[in-house]
């Protein structure tokens, strides 16, 4: 439970009601799905794999989340085009200072995930974050380099559709569930 994305929320009051005191508990969200069945035990493992990766991508993402939230509101206090400029290439170097070395140990599976999971948490696709903070022809840079790679930043994350699952795994990892 280390993870930063489990925070254990338990809330202990008490209400008066017509004279009579009531204590009451406030608990993290549990979510309960129908069993999972699988066809064969290769459907299996990519359960399970599906599980480790969101495991392993989920704080990048929420990580992502904080930067965007925090660079945003500071940009918003700058008043010039240059000190905004040059805060976004300090930015971008602690990026790639902090964040290449943990790109380079994720598979490619994890990666993709990772562009739907931002997606996810920022709701904005990792293109559209690029190409609004550090211009359009930076960002095709990015989406060519991605697509060498076999995929795609502007990927959109579709919880009730294609990622059904994903988002499934998403909640019950919040809720520390699994």
């Keep these: 439970m280390d993870s ?6 338990v809330k202990v009051g008490k209400v008066l009601h017509e004279g009579d005191s009531i204590q009451y508990m406030e ?14 035990k290769k459907q299996a493992q990519q359960y399970m794999r599906l599980v480790n990766n969101v495991k392993k991508v989920l704080p990048i993402a929420k990580e992502a ?3 965007l939230i925090e660079t945003t509101e500071y940009l918003e206090t700058l008043q010039t085009d240059q000190e905004k ?9 602690d990026i790639f200072k902090t964040y290449k070395p943990k790109m380079k140990k994720l598979t490619y599976s994890q990666g993709k995930l990772l562009i739907k999971l931002i997606d996810r948490e920022c709701h904005s696709s990792s293109y559209e974050m690029i ?3 550090m211009g359009p022809l930076r960002a095709g840079f ?10 795609s930043l502007k990927k959109e ?19 520390g569930q699994i």
């Design 4 to 9: 930063p994305t489990f925070v254990p929320t």
């Design 27 to 40: 608990m993290n969200n549990v979510y309960v799905y129908p069993q999972l069945t699988f066809k064969n």
């Design 65 to 67: 989340r904080m930067m």
């Design 85 to 93: 400029a040059e805060h976004m290439k300090r930015v971008e170097a």
């Design 131 to 133: 190409k609004a903070f």
């Design 142 to 151: 990015w989406q060519v380099f991605a697509w060498g790679f076999g995929a």
């Design 157 to 175: 994350y579709d919880a009730k559709g294609v990622d059904r699952l994903t988002e499934r795994v998403v909640l019950m990892v919040e809720s």
